[in-house]
């Protein structure tokens, strides 16, 4: 069992920066791909980012590429997401979510096994 959760969330407005923060429960956390995605009302979850188990690899959706950044501290077993230039239609419920079958990165939500409860994050125009 792993528990995450978020933290970081807030109101801030477009061109402001946020940085969102996931901690994570055991002692294996290296070994877990970790992903974070938003779900805006009325729409799917989608995808924002990924970073694999030991850091060296990450992937970022286009909508968020050059303002976003995923990083991890595995002694802190806690992953990062860096939000620059934010804009409205970032706003959303962000979430993150540990893959723990592997290290890999994924994009699809049912790649990943255990999930925050969410962080609230509003850019105001």
């Known amino acids: 069992q792993v528990q995450l959760v978020e933290s970081g969330g807030g109101l801030v407005q477009a061109g402001g920066s946020l940085r969102l923060s996931c901690a994570a429960s055991?002692?294996?956390?290296?070994?877990?791909?970790m992903g974070w995605f938003r779900q805006a009302p009325g729409k799917e979850r989608e995808f924002v980012a990924v970073i694999s188990g030991s850091g060296d690899r990450t992937y970022s959706a286009n909508s968020v590429k050059g303002r976003f950044t995923i990083s991890r501290d595995n002694a802190k077993n806690t992953v990062y997401l860096q939000m620059n230039s934010l804009k409205p239609e970032d706003t959303a419920v962000y979430y993150c979510a540990a893959r723990t079958r592997g290290p890999d990165i994924r994009v699809s939500p049912t790649a990943y096994d255990y999930w925050g409860q969410g962080t609230q994050v509003t850019v105001s125009s």
């Open positions: 055991g002692r294996t956390f290296s070994t877990y791909g």
